[in-house]
């Protein structure tokens, strides 16, 4: 039942003109809700149309190859190098990934990475170039603040872990015959995201194999700590495995662009 309040101080026509102005606001005002709520479901509407692609945190690669234990990268024609993260784990490769076929390359300095190319005996000169690189980046001169550094390569044959005084300590070699050098090797790194999978390299390989549609970052030498340059790569790459990160970086600050 509805309830009508008269106004008895009125006539019966001033009352009925009173509602009847009364219930014209009343319907202008439930046509203009309307009409917004009209609005308001066109835009709902079309922003659910809209393909937005949600930000990505990538974690980690779940397959991971047996030489991402090392120090590794692949050259621009595709061929594998791996390095020693420390003296056991240069030795390991010496030992065990060194083959007939491959290259050694070490840098000119005390306390460096072996790194082996596979494959790479026959290489062109760029492509034993960019692993010079490599190596030169993990190295003690990234830590000594050095830009550059010489490196060397050798083959299988000319590398041994004994000398006539006997065996050889952990991390040390004996080199025989004539090096192939390398002489003021840049240091320079690239990191980028490929198939979920972070990759680092020399500069001088990306600026070969790079895309600019990859997501990536440069790192030279700088002032940054290393913690803190791993920061400062996984918010610009969106990558969180902060542990893949700090592995891939050479001991020493840096600078991040």
């Not at 997501?215 to 610009?236: P, R, Y």
């Amino acid at each position: 039942m509805m309830e009508i309040e008269i106004d008895f101080t009125k006539s019966a026509q001033d009352n009925a003109n009173n509602y009847f102005n009364k219930s014209k606001k009343l319907l202008q005002k439930k046509e203009g809700s309307e009409k917004a709520i009209k609005d308001l479901e066109k835009k709902l509407s079309k922003m659910h149309t809209i393909e937005k692609k949600p930000d990505r945190k990538i974690i980690k690669s779940a397959k991971q190859e047996w030489y991402e234990k090392f120090h590794w990268f692949c050259t621009s024609n595709n061929l594998l190098a791996i390095g020693g993260r420390d003296a056991h784990q240069n030795e390991l490769i010496n030992s065990k990934h060194f083959d007939d076929n491959d290259l050694f390359f070490h840098a000119d300095i005390f306390g460096a990475s072996v790194v082996i190319l596979k494959e790479g005996a026959n290489a062109g000169n760029e492509i034993k170039e960019e692993v010079a690189a490599f190596a030169a980046c993990y190295s003690s001169a990234w830590k000594e603040g050095m830009h550059s550094v010489d490196v060397y390569a050798m083959r299988r044959n000319q590398v041994s872990k004994s000398s006539s005084k006997g065996s050889l300590g952990t991390g040390s070699f004996l080199m025989t015959g004539e090096r192939e050098w390398y002489r003021n090797v840049a240091l320079s790194l690239v990191m980028f995201i490929k198939d979920d999978k972070l990759n680092t390299v020399p500069s001088v390989s990306y600026q070969k194999i790079g895309n600019d549609k990859l997501l990536h970052v440069k790192i030279a030498i700088g002032n940054f700590k290393k913690s803190d340059a791993a920061k400062k790569v996984s918010s610009k790459l969106s990558y969180s495995d902060m542990d893949t990160i700090m592995r891939q970086l050479p001991v020493g600050n840096f600078r991040i662009e």
